[in-house]
Structure formats: structure tokens, C-alpha cells
């Protein structure tokens, strides 16, 4: 019986506790710090700081509390942050769905004139309605000298 005790209080108690403290500080904690993100940590840091404001030996100046104070709200700024966001990213749009409308019907218009223009048929020397000269000159080479294929006035 005594040998039983014995080994209960020096090997198994001691052996159950070393487990215990094992999963809390090791297993459990890992665990933590898996699950931990930087909106927790920042969620922590008002807490730290209202533990440091009543623990009377550190004075802390009321900025700091104030900015404690913004810490703890950080989603509500950052709810209002992304509202904003989203009201300018639809102006965007909506200046950008603009500007490609009016470049679409700048491009329309561009491509209507170059067909008007249309450079692979030209017009024929004879048109219908050409104005007539009424009173030619008798010899067309009045006045003028040609010289290598040139005529020169």
C-alpha cells in the first residue's frame, strides 16, 4: 500500500502535472498563436494600456488613452474606411464607363470619315455636274513651254 502511495505522489502526480503544464504552455499556446491576427493583437492593446492607466506607479498621458480609445473602435473606422472606399471606386467606374463610351464614339466617328474619304476608289475625271469652259483659248499651249515632260508657264 505504501509502495503504491509512494509511487502515486513522486511519479504519477508529478508525471500527470508536467503533462498538464506541457499542454497549457505548449500545445495550448501554439494553438493561440495559430488563431492569433493582427486585429486581435490590436483589439489587446487599449486592454494593456487600460491596465498600465490604473496601475498607479507608471503615469500615462490622456493621448495615449485616446489613442487606446481609437484602437478599441478600429472597426468602426475601418467599416466607414471601406464605405469610402467603395463610393470612390464607383465613381471611378463610372468616370471610366464614361471616357470609354465617349472614345467608342470618337473611334465611330474616325472610321465614318475615313470610309467617306475612301482612298482605293478614286473619283473619274468626267464627272456629271464638272463646270465647263465656256471661251477656251484656241491653242492650249499658248504661253506655255514644255521642256522634259514639264510644262512651264
Given amino acids: ?16 502535472f ?5 499542454d497549457v504552455f505548449v500545445v495550448q499556446l501554439a494553438a493561440l498563436l495559430d488563431r492569433l491576427t493582427w486585429r486581435r493583437v490590436i483589439a489587446f492593446i487599449p486592454i494593456v494600456i487600460l491596465v498600465l492607466a490604473y496601475h498607479h506607479r507608471i503615469p500615462i498621458p490622456p493621448e495615449l488613452l485616446l489613442v487606446g480609445d481609437l ?3 478600429i472597426d468602426i473606422f475601418s467599416a466607414l474606411f471601406l464605405l469610402g472606399v467603395l463610393s470612390r471606386i464607383t465613381t471611378v467606374l463610372f468616370i471610366v464607363k464614361q471616357a470609354t463610351a465617349h472614345a467608342a464614339r470618337l473611334m465611330n466617328s474616325l472610321l465614318t470619315a475615313a470610309q ?10 468626267g464627272a ?23 510644262a512651264w508657264a
Fill in 18 to 22: 508536467g503533462d498538464w503544464l506541457w
Fill in 116 to 125: 467617306r474619304l475612301d482612298f482605293r476608289h478614286r473619283r473619274e475625271g
Fill in 71 to 73: 484602437l478599441a473602435y
Fill in 1 to 16: 500500500m505504501w509502495k503504491a502511495f509512494w509511487k502515486k505522489w513522486t511519479l504519477d502526480k508529478p508525471a500527470a
Fill in 128 to 150: 456629271k455636274g464638272a463646270k465647263r469652259l465656256t471661251h477656251r483659248a484656241k491653242d492650249d499651249d499658248e504661253g506655255h513651254v514644255a521642256m522634259g515632260g514639264v
